[in-house]
């Protein structure tokens, strides 16, 4: 079964902090690489920080410093601690799975990689 929940979205002024999650179904947690993305009104969406089953981690130049991701594999959770916000970061934030490994190691942000969506969660970050 197919299955990616996100939580923890919410309102915050710039400067806060927020720590998203994703819940998955133990097939999905299972994929060789997990990550989170974004989509900001009228923009496409982006990838913003990924991590794969060797525990290897990949951050968009914009929220490196700033976000990190993580995993709890006895919770089958995705997070994604979010530091130091800024309006910019203000979007739907989704949590995919993908594969295989070699596309993970190559095109780790690329939507392409990514089989898996969630329905997304809502970050507004105000000046």
């Known amino acids: 079964q197919v299955q990616l929940v996100e939580s923890g979205g919410g309102s915050v002024q710039a400067g806060g902090s927020l720590r998203l999650s994703c819940a998955a179904s133990?097939?999905?947690?299972?994929?060789?690489?997990m990550g989170w993305f974004r989509q900001a009104p009228g923009k496409e969406r982006e990838g913003v920080a990924t991590i794969h089953s060797d525990f290897s981690t990949n951050y968009a130049d914009s929220v490196k410093g700033r976000f990190t991701i993580s995993q709890d594999n006895a919770k089958n959770t995705l997070y994604l601690q979010m530091n130091s916000l800024n309006p910019d970061d203000t979007a739907m934030y989704y949590c995919a799975a993908g594969g295989p490994r070699w596309r993970c190691s190559i095109q780790a942000l690329e939507i392409m990689t990514y089989n898996y969506w969630g329905q997304g969660t809502q970050v507004t970050v105000s000046s």
């Open positions: 133990a097939y999905t947690y299972s994929s060789s690489c």
